[in-house]
């Protein structure tokens, strides 16, 4: 029902009869909904099994981001639903958030939940871990946006083993790496360079992109003028980036030079850390694999946009869960026949409502006759293939 019509639990159920004949009472569906939760690993493993067997996954990489949903309420707590930093610009409102594990292909593997107010890099290990230890003979590469990067992220995916393409945070690096970077790297579309990072024991991959130097001169002369005009009305700036507190007189502001240097060197260059030796993996295919995370981010405008996620409803952390396991289900199920025939999760959607049949009883003989729609829609998708009526 996730896939036909998203809506709440109540009306889930009212269609669920008039459609399929299947009914349930409201207080049953409430009462077991959190029992749903003795089930998640059961779910994730059909999942896993799913990929392996019909997609021939060999899960030799695997992508991972987080997202945030929030709750149509005002009233954090103490446990779980919490206000932080929202990705649907609902700070006001408290959220969880959601950690995802998909294939290369996008298909969800595991999920895990999170209070409101975790910070994102605190979630990857968990996840990966326990996917480790439900399936121990596969040793993915993990990738992952520079959110997840710390230090101490890093020296345990090192320690156990493990190989990962993390987003770099390079304004963050020092300068004297950032100067022998951009003096080396050539300024010309498409041309990479890898270098050691100081100290550390993975590499850091450079490219540079026309394409992004436009929009990062655009949005650096933007922050400039920002900076500026704080700067003349003797404002803190505090979410303005190139402005510190003086040194010689705390109640004044001033350029951050040495900021506004590093991000005029990095115009048009992004970075990725990657432990993995150039002799196995190319530049070019490091980066590849990376911007696979796309496949992350459309599962979550999937669950949010076609499956409708959020906003939550429930208030109870079992009902809550439970809901998130459903929808993880329902996009299971929208990735398997987006991945096995091509079409939009919406187009399924559209075809699948051409196909209606009408069942008319003879109010004297008994006798029950069957009325269809044309199915020559559905017939020509490949949605045919996979959906067989009688």
């Known amino acids: 029902m996730r896939i036909i019509e998203p809506t709440s639990k109540l009306r889930t159920i009212e269609l669920l009869t ?40 060999s899960f030799a990489l695997v992508l991972y981001d987080v ?19 929202s990705k649907d610009s609902k700070s006001q409102q408290p959220q969880i ?26 979630t990857m290990l968990g996840v990966v871990k326990q996917f480790q230890q439900r399936h121990p ?20 995916l090192e320690s156990e083993g493990y190989q990962y393409i993390v987003g770099a945070r390079l304004a963050n690096g020092p300068r004297t790496f950032i100067h022998s970077l951009t003096t080396s790297l050539k300024r010309e579309d498409g041309a990479t360079i890898r270098l050691s990072y100081p100290n550390r024991a993975y590499d850091v991959i450079c490219s540079y992109s026309e394409k992004r130097a436009k929009k990062d001169r655009r949005e650096f002369e933007k922050q400039m003028i920002r900076a500026l005009e704080i700067i003349a009305r003797n404002e803190s700036g505090k979410r303005t980036k190139f402005v510190k507190k003086s040194s010689n007189h705390s109640d004044s502001f001033i350029l951050d030079e040495a900021l506004k240097e590093k ?17 196995r993996l190319s530049n070019a295919e490091v980066i590849n694999y990376y911007h696979g995370l796309w496949r992350v981010e459309q599962a979550f405008r ?9 906003p939550i409803f429930h208030f109870t952390h079992d ?4 809901h998130i396991l459903l929808c993880f289900m329902g996009l299971m199920m929208a990735k398997f026949l ?45 949605l045919a293939q996979i959906f067989k009526p009688h």
């Open 97 to 122: 958030v959601i950690g995802l594990l998909v294939t290369a292909q996008g298909f969800p593997l595991k999920h895990e939940t999170y209070k409101g107010n975790t910070f994102e890099g605190h």
């Open 18 to 57: 008039r459609y399929f004949e299947v009914s349930y009472a409201e207080r049953t569906v409430y009462r077991l909904l959190p029992q749903l939760m003795v089930h998640k690993d059961f779910i994730e493993d059909a999942a896993y099994q799913t990929a392996k067997i019909h997609f021939e996954e």
């Open 137 to 156: 003979n596969t040793k993915p590469i993990i990738v992952a946006d520079a959110a997840m990067l710390s230090q101490e992220n890093m020296q345990v």
């Open 67 to 85: 997202t945030t949903l929030y709750f149509e309420s005002h009233e954090p707590d103490d446990d779980l639903r919490a206000r932080g930093f």
């Open 302 to 310: 999937i669950s949010k946009t076609d499956l409708k996620t959020r």
């Open 338 to 382: 987006e991945i096995k025939t091509g079409l939009s999760i919406q187009r399924v959607r559209d075809i699948l409502w051409t196909v209606h049949e009408a069942h008319i009883k003879d109010a004297f003989t008994g006798k029950c006759m069957t009325l269809r729609t044309n199915l020559a829609e559905f017939n020509d998708s490949k």
């Open 263 to 279: 991000a005029e060197m990095l115009i048009g260059i992004k970075g990725y850390c990657t432990n993995i030796p150039q002799e």
């Open 319 to 322: 009902a809550i869960k439970a």
